[in-house]
């Protein structure tokens, strides 16, 4: 085991959280180096201030004061109202662009009930193509009927 | 009776089920806020909002992992908040680490290392204090709460090979903010630790 690989296992060594080969690997490693030898007693010294740090207790009347709060307090069941809350601005912007295409497709089929003349007129009426850059009659027309472009 | 049986119970409709989590559990979850946040008010109030938040949440507890890991994580997540909210509150924090040393009798021999050791515990908070938070927290689930990588991990919501590479660094940051010496020999300090790994 390289030095670079003992680094990384020595808190996890210290801890007692290093499955056995390994330990017996790390440990010969520890036997014949002096560099990760230091850097292992700086983890365990590291550790050992730990066992001087203090462990609390909660203050007096902690737990009056936590079932105090929660006295009144309701356990929510699990609900899908608050999913449904969070994203109703998206739901109705999808509902919105729904219903346009649905009354758009209505409205369509209503002014063009069948094919034939009249219907084609109503298509006609509709297209882009009403908005020719030379309609009939203008001078554009006129020339492009000279030139022979018909279109 | 254990952990899951008293959430059953809770469930049940039995109120008494969850007090007795709370008796069981306070002592630690304060601890662990107090190392999170130093302040003895912010500690109490992100203890207080835990338990809260645990009760909420009790009827939709799974129980895939254990119930103290569950709570630690809610705890771990109040004290984030509550941290970021004291931040925004005094703009930078400061803390000296006294509150932490142990005022219960010492075991040591004499009043020099006495001195000695509350020396080394005060510079233990302080370093701790430096810590990044992303450093801190699982050091002191594993240092303070003994929970073990897999705990840790489930608690906060990461993969063990990064609770193993995150207590390492912190340790080697510590080491090297409190100057921990090199020159003993492995025996001696496995010695002083009194402790297998």
Not at chain 1, 51 to 69: I, L, N
Not at chain 2, 142 to 168: F, P, Q
Not at chain 2, 178 to 187: H, L, S, V
């Amino acid at each position: 085991m390289r030095c670079f690989s003992v680094r990384r296992r020595l808190s996890p060594y210290v801890d007692g959280e290093l499955p056995a080969p390994e330990a017996r690997k790390l440990e010969l490693h520890l036997a014949g180096c002096q560099q990760c030898t230091a850097v292992y007693e700086e983890m365990v010294g590291v550790r050992r201030l730990f066992s001087g740090a203090r462990r609390f207790s909660a203050p007096q009347g902690f737990p009056a004061a936590v079932m105090e709060k929660v006295r009144d307090l309701p356990a929510k069941p699990f609900s899908l109202v608050p999913l449904f809350v969070r994203f109703a601005g998206a739901a109705a912007v999808v509902l919105a662009i729904a219903a346009g295409a649905v009354s758009g497709d209505v409205l369509m089929s209503s002014l063009v009930p069948h094919r034939g003349p009249e219907g084609e007129t109503v298509m006609a009426s509709l297209s882009l193509d009403t908005f020719e850059a030379s309609p009939p009659g203008s001078l554009g027309h006129g020339y492009l009927s000279l030139t022979g472009d018909r279109r | 009776m254990d952990d899951f049986g008293n959430i059953e119970d809770f469930r049940k409709g039995n109120p008494s089920a969850f007090e007795a989590l709370l008796l069981k559990y306070k002592d630690r979850i304060y601890t662990l806020c107090r190392y999170l946040l130093e302040n003895p008010q912010d500690a109490d109030d992100a203890a207080q909002d835990t338990f809260v938040k645990a009760f909420q949440g009790l009827a939709r507890f799974t129980p895939t992992a254990s119930f103290y890991t569950w709570l630690y994580r809610i705890a771990v997540n109040t004290c984030l908040d509550q941290r970021r909210k004291a931040s925004l509150r005094t703009g930078l924090f400061v803390a000296d680490g006294t509150d932490f040393l142990d005022m219960a009798p010492s075991q040591s021999p004499s009043p020099e290392s006495d001195f000695g050791t509350k020396q080394a515990i005060h510079s233990l908070q302080t370093s701790l204090n430096r810590l990044s938070v992303k450093l801190r927290v699982p050091l002191v689930l594993k240092e303070v709460e003994g929970l073990s990588y897999e705990e840790i991990a489930v608690a906060l919501d990461v993969s063990v090979g990064t609770v193993k590479s995150r207590i390492s660094r912190a340790r080697e940051e510590m080491a090297r903010m409190m100057k921990i010496p090199r020159n003993k020999t492995r025996g001696e300090t496995l010695k002083k630790a009194g402790e297998k790994p």
